[in-house]
């Protein structure tokens, strides 16, 4: 039991998906997990514990920011031992041929700063995902036919952002989309010698202003949660 997981080492499985909002946990739990049970609820930051296909795993809201991943990610990694950790989420498109509804698997996250920041000072580390798990999340994408692209993303520490300038860079550069939480979860993946992948739906779209309506968005993420699973567990 950490300070922000009200829950006991064992009650908390080795795999665990994360998405920011706890609702969402909740619902992925209800939906794809067989006894699925509430582990705790401490400031209102769902977790949940049972089995898909027979594999124990949580599915563990991270709040949304870095500096939230940032705290969930460290109490799973140190005090609950968890090797595996992929974030489930939405982000926005930030490439034409992106197209909402379509799954980001996040090989590189680019961004201006993170929590674990200070500790390169002048060094620009460079964050990644696992590549087993990406190899396996590509694959069973295409086994769903899902629409998926594989590539860098920008994880920002701004929703409201106010950098025109800084988007159309990211975009001359080939990043796919935009999102809050991949880079630091990827940094201290790196730190603790653990597993981490991001799985994003696209939800909405820098440049056609398409957005998903909130009544189709879980029907919409129901794919990239099969996605985590597959990739899991292969």
């Given at each position: ?219 919409s993420f129901a794919d990239m949660v099969e996605i ?7």
């Amino acid at each position: 039991m950490t300070i922000h997981i009200g829950a006991e080492k064992d009650d908390i499985a080795d795999v665990v998906l994360m998405p920011g909002d706890p609702y969402r946990a909740r619902w992925a739990a209800e939906t794809f997990l067989t006894g699925a049970k509430l582990v705790h609820e401490v400031r209102g930051m769902f977790g949940f514990t049972g089995e898909w296909n027979g594999h124990r795993v949580t599915i563990q809201g991270s709040g949304m920011g870095m500096p939230s991943m940032s705290i969930y990610a460290n109490e799973l990694i140190r005090d609950f031992d968890v090797s595996t950790l992929i974030r489930i989420g939405s982000c926005g498109g930030m490439q034409e041929h992106v197209k909402v509804r379509d799954v980001i698997l996040a090989q590189t996250a680019t961004t201006v700063s993170t929590p674990s920041s200070t500790i390169f000072r002048e060094l620009n580390f460079a964050p990644s995902a696992d590549f087993g798990l990406l190899h396996k999340a590509y694959h069973a994408a295409e086994k769903i036919d899902v629409d998926v692209h594989v590539g860098g993303i920008y994880s920002s520490d701004t929703f409201y952002d106010e950098r025109p300038d800084l988007n159309k860079e990211m975009q001359r550069h080939g990043i796919l989309g935009v999102e809050m939480e991949a880079a630091e979860l990827y940094t201290l993946a790196a730190r603790y010698g653990r597993r981490a992948l991001g799985v994003m739906t696209v939800s909405d779209h820098l440049l056609t202003g398409e957005a998903l309506p909130s009544d189709q968005r879980e029907s919409s993420f129901a794919d990239m949660v099969e996605i985590a699973l597959s990739a899991a567990f292969a």
